[in-house]
């Protein structure tokens, strides 16, 4: 009898600590889960964010550009006169 009761208290124990390590598991399980959501957010925040900056940049550069070319056509004979004068 004292050897049932003992094995009994010993089986309880190891019940008990089995559920103990399976409710940890699954806090640290949905822990985990969140961060990952969290950081799967932030990605997309960032890749959107990412994609306006680039279309930003691009109109910048194109803009730029094409003020450029209206410069130089604008003021090309002045910029780059040789001194030639032709014969006539």
Known sequence: MEGDDETRRLLREIRDAQREQLAEYRRVTERSLELQQRAVTRQ???????????????????????LLVYLLAKWW???????IVGVG
């Open 44 to 66: 997309e925040q960032i890749g959107h964010l990412y994609r306006r900056l680039m279309l930003v940049g691009g109109v910048l550069v194109a803009a730029l550009l094409v």
């Open 77 to 83: 004979r002045y910029l780059f006169a040789t001194g």
